[in-house]
């Protein structure tokens, strides 16, 4: 197991099997909602400069949502959320990653949902390296974000009789990578 961030210089390829790109948030303001999209691709690049000069990009299929439930799932493809007939991808494009002090990167770029793009940063934390049986080297990271969903035009909500809504404007973006470096 590598321990060092200066030894992935290469080009890694996010294995969607073994990764996950969730999300959370409040449902009627008691609890909480997670799901996930399992439809995605992407790449890191690392130069032999290193983590520095670093770029990622990831491509994700909206309809891919999966909150466990068909109907929340429908919604959330519907008008009132992502229109995902109009907008059948959300993307992100790394504008900078550099080394967070902590063993781990911080990843900021230009997310695009519904046609509307933020820049967000996302810490990771570097859980090592490891070669996996098939002879494949892996790299791990784990991150987790808060963005606000109206910021990217998804402002369907509800009013409560208690007070509130129905849905938090403020998602939690939970990230668990496996790269496999391309030989």
Do not use: C
């Not at 900021?108 to 519904?114: E, F, Y």
């Not at 996996?132 to 790299?139: I, M, S, V």
């Amino acid at each position: 197991m590598t321990a060092n961030l200066t030894d992935l210089t290469g080009t890694w390829t996010i294995d969607n099997t073994h990764s996950r790109l969730g999300f959370v948030t409040r449902h009627a303001m008691v609890t909480k909602v997670r799901g996930s999209f399992n439809d995605f691709q992407g790449t890191v690049t690392v130069p032999s400069e290193g983590v520095e000069g670093a770029s990622a990009e990831v491509t994700i299929t909206a309809s891919s949502i999966d909150t466990r439930n068909a109907d929340r799932d429908g919604h959330l493809k519907s008008n009132d959320f992502f229109d995902m007939e109009t907008y059948p991808e959300i993307t992100f494009r790394s504008t900078k990653i550099s080394a967070n002090g902590s063993g781990g990167v911080d990843v900021t770029g230009d997310l695009t949902i519904k046609g509307q793009t933020r820049s967000i940063t996302v810490p990771f934390d570097y859980e090592g390296t490891a070669t996996d049986p098939f002879g494949n080297l892996r790299a791990g990271f784990e991150g987790t974000t808060v963005i606000n969903r109206s910021d990217f035009g998804l402002t369907w909500n509800a009013a409560l009789e208690t007070g509130g809504v129905l849905v938090s404007e403020k998602v939690t973006l939970e990230i668990e990578v496996s790269a496999i470096k391309e030989a």
